[in-house]
């Protein structure tokens, strides 16, 4: 049963950072886009930061210039590292792996919580 366990959320205060990862049992990880999302409550589950299987990365305008996201596909992780975090970034970040030719999955979600 493929799994996409997120791990690294917490509660952290504005201007600070963390790193999200996540590890997926995907045994053919290295060829799915890899994806971070999150929801807020109240809102729409919302694109953060996405990486495809050739490295090619994508970034919501909201967290451009803020977020890196990487993989390491000797690992079967992808990270997201989160610097100048604001008040609005709070939400439930969840990992996804995607790929036209086979199923896509989802994670758990993490909680990430930037409160003074």
């Known amino acids: 049963q493929v799994q996409l366990v997120e791990s690294g959320g917490g509660l952290v205060q504005p201007g600070g950072s963390l790193r999200l990862s996540c590890a997926a049992s995907l045994s053919i990880f290295s060829i799915y886009n890899m994806g971070w999302y999150r929801q807020a409550p109240g809102k729409e589950r919302e694109l953060v930061a996405r990486i495809t299987s050739i490295g090619f990365t994508q970034y919501a305008e909201s967290v451009e210039g803020r977020f890196t996201i990487s993989r390491d596909n000797a690992k079967n992780t992808v990270s997201l590292q989160m610097n100048s975090l604001k008040v609005e970034d709070t939400a439930v970040y969840y990992c996804?792996?995607?790929?036209?030719?086979?199923?896509?999955?989802w994670g758990q979600g993490t909680q990430v919580t930037v409160s003074s």
């Open positions: 996804h792996a995607d790929n036209p030719a086979y199923p896509n999955y």
